[in-house]
């Protein structure tokens, strides 16, 4: 049963290389490069983008009652968001030393870089950014929860869980209780000389 889980997890990880390389192939075919933190994108490109932008004005005037009054709504979950991230920050910078956890990039989760195409105005890049920053905060956290409970309480569900962590296929089987204890400080081991 091990052998067939670790086998669909390395075509998992085959298949995950094999994405990165048709983004890859995708950044060609819509011609731009990553350089860092700035995305560049061909002179011809550009100034097509930039023909599609929409104005302010335009952009209001076709927006739909509905999504004007879900703004106190959606921009109101600001609030519960840098909250979640200020006290995973400090459960991390705290904890995370204390059980010899590898620290989480914080920049493999926040990602800001929509801003930068040209065929969005200012609302629509503000809009962006407000979302790419609203899942970093639930990516990362994720990330920090997931390596606490690989390490506290590395034990599946009986139940099928829907999007569970990349960590969750190293947990012991629901009722494996047999070396319990043994299993559970060799997950912790790999978990502390893993460079996540």
């Not at 819509?30 to 023909?51: C, D, H, L, T």
């Not at 005037?61 to 920050?89: D, K, N, Q």
């Not at 407000?130 to 990362?140: F, M, T």
Request: net charge positive; glycine share 4%.
């Amino acid at each position: 049963m091990n052998r067939t889980i670790e086998g669909i997890i390395n075509d998992m990880r085959e298949l995950e290389n094999e994405l990165e390389a048709l983004v890859a192939e995708q950044h060609r075919d819509f011609m731009y490069r990553v350089e860092g933190a700035k995305i560049k994108f061909e002179e011809s490109i550009v100034a097509q983008q930039k023909a599609l932008k929409i104005g302010l004005i335009e952009w209001f005037a076709s927006s739909r009652l509905r999504s004007i009054l879900s703004i106190p709504f959606i921009y109101g979950m600001i609030v519960p968001l840098v909250f979640l991230h200020i006290t995973m920050e400090l459960f991390h910078a705290i904890c995370f030393p204390l059980y010899k956890i590898p620290k989480v990039k914080r920049t493999h989760y926040f990602v800001a870089d929509r801003q930068q195409l040209p065929y969005l105005n200012a609302i629509e890049k503000f809009n962006c950014a407000y979302c790419a920053y609203g899942n970093g905060v639930i990516a990362y956290s994720r990330e920090i929860v997931a390596r606490i409970e690989l390490y506290w309480c590395p034990i599946k569900h009986a139940k099928k869980v829907l999007g569970s962590h990349p960590h969750y296929q190293k947990f012991l089987a629901f009722g494996e209780f047999e070396d319990f204890h043994k299993k559970t400080a060799d997950l912790r081991s790999a978990l502390k000389n893993s460079d996540q």
